[in-house]
């Protein structure tokens, strides 16, 4: 089997599992991520361009995202002090209380992935997987 298909193939696997997890606190796969995403920056804040950069979404995209999230409550969006046309987004305290959640379910998820895999399988997959992105 070709090399792209078995790496679509296991995307799509990979968002069916996390959509049928998130699916329990009425989010999908995608906003799951970036609640584990703002967990990682002080005040569980950052620019909407970092989360675009972070997903390889395009803007358009990630405001419609955000826009959703925030009318759920999970997170609030405000013009950066710095430059009023970029967007600061940061999790609410509803999106906190899902973060440990999400954050667990993330971690033992990659766990699972490399339960199978020695270390040094883990760094050659990192790597080709890096290389792929870097080449779109």
């Known amino acids: 089997?070709?090399?792209g298909r078995l790496v679509k193939q296991a995307n799509?696997?990979?968002?069916q599992e996390m959509n049928a997890f998130?699916?329990?606190y009425g989010l999908t796969g995608t906003q799951m991520s970036i609640i584990d995403f703002l967990t990682h920056f002080p005040g569980n804040s950052c620019d909407?361009?970092?989360?675009?950069n972070e997903f390889g979404i395009k803007r358009s995209t990630t405001t419609v995202l955000l826009q959703r999230m925030a009318k759920k409550n999970l997170i609030e969006r405000y013009p950066s002090p710095e430059d009023r046309r970029q967007k600061i987004v940061t999790l609410t305290a509803e999106g906190q209380k899902l973060s440990s959640d999400v954050s667990a379910y993330i971690t033992q998820y990659e766990e699972k992935l490399k339960?199978?895999?020695s270390e040094q399988d883990i760094s050659k997959i990192k790597r080709f997987l890096s290389t792929m992105i870097k080449e779109k």
């Open 48 to 52: 909407q361009h970092q989360i675009e």
């Open 115 to 117: 339960a199978d895999f």
């Open 1 to 3: 089997m070709l090399i």
């Open 22 to 24: 998130a699916q329990q």
């Open 12 to 15: 799509n696997a990979m968002n």
